[in-house]
């Protein structure tokens, strides 16, 4: 069974600063990698998705991610943050059952901006 | 966003209770999924489903339920509610394996 380590609980960082934030996944013949944001008393947001194809992927508000399959890592990272980027933000790997996408998630990283 | 909208909200009960929580989708997506969300934990599976009356275990489906009779709605029921099952419970949609959409979440006290 897969599963998704992130390796830092929380991160804080002042604002306008660059961010990365960890994610090393178990290896598997093939794999989906994602990364979502929660907000606060929300749901959770699709940031970005690696399917296949490039190894540097973009997603929505400004924030990229690496795969990495000879470490097998998936990290985040932003070259400018912003307060309204406080959030947590979990990683997390798929696995296909019955054409289902059974996801496994991280632990999330709870990222703090400071003024 | 994805159409999806989770009900009740918010709800207490108190243990041995039954308690259903309903997930609806106007997306017309094949797949629906039950998580619980808890600190240090961040999202476990509970029960999805790939059709209309097909679903299947997750990884902690003990205790509870689920039923599909609709393409639009999942329900998850707790048949007698215990403390260990206050969460935040999370509904999910997805056409395929791209990316699934989540609802807002329902917050469960089990008293």
């Known amino acids: 069974a897969q599963s998704v380590t992130q390796l830092d609980s929380q991160v804080p960082v002042f604002e306008e600063a660059p961010v990365e934030l960890r994610c090393n996944y178990s290896?598997?013949?093939?794999?989906?990698l994602f990364w979502y944001v929660q907000y606060p008393n929300q749901g959770l947001q699709l940031l970005l998705k690696?399917?296949?194809?490039?190894?540097l992927v973009k997603g929505i508000n400004g924030f990229e991610a690496e795969f990495n399959k000879s470490q097998t890592s998936f990290h985040l990272r932003k070259p400018s943050v912003h307060i309204s980027d406080t959030a947590e933000y979990f990683c997390?790997?798929?696995?296909?059952?019955?054409?289902?996408?059974?996801?496994?998630f991280g632990q999330g990283t709870r990222l703090t901006i400071n003024p | 966003d994805a159409g999806i909208t989770q009900s009740p909200r918010h709800k207490v009960t108190e243990t041995g209770t039954p308690v259903t929580l309903r997930c609806h989708q106007t997306?017309?997506?094949?797949?629906m999924y039950w998580y619980r969300q808890d600190p240090g934990h961040g999202l476990r599976l509970i029960h999805y489903?790939?059709?209309?009356?097909?679903?299947d275990k997750g990884e902690v489906s003990d205790g509870y339920s689920v039923s599909r009779s609709k393409t639009e709605d999942f329900l998850l029921t707790l048949e007698s509610a215990t403390s260990s099952q206050t969460s935040v419970y999370f509904c999910?949609?997805?056409?395929?394996?791209?990316?699934?959409?989540f609802g807002p979440g329902t917050r469960l006290l089990v008293l």
């Open positions: 290896s598997s013949v093939s794999v989906y």
């Open positions: 997306e017309n997506h094949r797949y």
């Open positions: 999910a949609i997805s056409g395929g394996f791209e990316a699934q959409y």
């Open positions: 489903s790939y059709g209309v009356k097909d679903t």
């Open positions: 690696y399917l296949s194809g490039s190894t």
């Open positions: 997390a790997v798929s696995d296909q059952i019955q054409g289902a996408q059974k996801l496994v």
